[in-house]
């Protein structure tokens, strides 16, 4: 059996449809707040509030026996400026809630918790690309909640993947995503203004959901991985990807200097956070890892 926490997410919509594609196992999508009702009658969409210790339990009941589960962990609070301006709210999410969940589903099988490249910090002259046993030095209270998060999920012997800005069509029925708006407004020809900087290893979901699902097959898989693509894009080089792909008016997408858009956040962003995928092209036995829009 497969539990997804934060199923109604984009990734974690992904990660479902990867599961119904690729195994042939009862899946448990959880989800709070708007459910969603994609994919295949093997998905049992059950109401979930992290953050309440009877709504784990619930959970509990509901799967008999945790020790025959994989999970796939993605419930967080990952808008940085809301991080930032409410610290308390969120750190009840990203870490006591987590603990919460933990302490009862410590004998599962696996479990995947979804981390990011902000635990690293800024990028150097000496590090062009974050390896795993580089040094963490997170910039925002969000990347230093993430960091704390993944050492307590690796203290109960589970595994973190730290991920990169992603992108893809969104499968929800509630939620458009960065690439479904710059398809929209581009068909309409409306201009989409996209930095050019803050670079990232970013990947499309659909790839994270793929090697997710992968890595749950595995045994023996490093505590921490990079999940991430070979290439250092900018959102702008995103936008370009997307636009060629869908033969959209390439005027539309408009640079803007780093600068300008770093005055639109309250909390710091790091202008690079490559990281090096090395480690987990030799887990999985493959040469390279591209985005696929």
């Not at 933990?102 to 004998?107: G, I």
Request: charged share 25%; net charge negative.
């Amino acid at each position: 059996m497969y539990i997804v926490i934060g199923a109604n997410g984009f990734l974690g919509s992904y990660v479902v449809k990867s599961l119904v594609r690729n195994t042939d196992e009862e899946i448990i999508a959880t989800y709070h707040g708007n459910k969603e009702s994609l994919y295949s009658p093997r998905v049992n969409w059950v109401k979930l509030d992290v953050t309440d210790t009877e709504s784990i339990k619930s959970l509990e009941r509901l799967v008999e026996n945790t020790a025959e589960c994989k999970v796939f962990y993605f419930a967080a609070c990952h808008n940085l400026d809301l991080v930032k301006c409410e610290p308390n709210f969120a750190k009840n999410i990203n870490i006591t809630a987590l603990k919460n969940f933990l302490d009862v589903f410590s004998e599962a099988q696996c479990l995947y918790f979804s981390s990011t490249d902000c635990v690293y910090g800024e990028n150097t002259k000496e590090i062009q690309s974050f390896k795993e046993t580089d040094p963490t030095c997170p910039i925002s209270e969000y990347g230093r909640q993430k960091l704390e998060a993944e050492g307590i999920v690796k203290s109960y012997g589970f595994n973190v993947v730290r991920l990169p800005f992603m992108t893809g069509a969104s499968l929800l029925e509630h939620k458009k995503h960065f690439h479904d708006n710059i398809v929209e407004k581009t068909r309409e020809d409306q201009d989409f203004t996209l930095a050019d900087g803050l670079w990232r290893s970013a990947l499309d979901y659909e790839s994270v959901a793929d090697i997710l699902v992968k890595l749950s097959f595995m045994k023996n898989v490093p505590q921490t991985l990079n999940l991430c693509g070979d290439e250092s894009l900018s959102k702008y080089d995103v936008g370009v990807i997307i636009a060629d792909k869908h033969n959209l008016p390439m005027e539309h997408i408009i640079k803007t200097p780093e600068a300008e858009i770093m005055k639109l956040f309250y909390e710091k962003r790091t202008s690079s956070t490559a990281m090096d995928n090395s480690l987990l092209k030799s887990v999985l036995g493959v040469d390279e890892i591209k985005i696929k829009i």
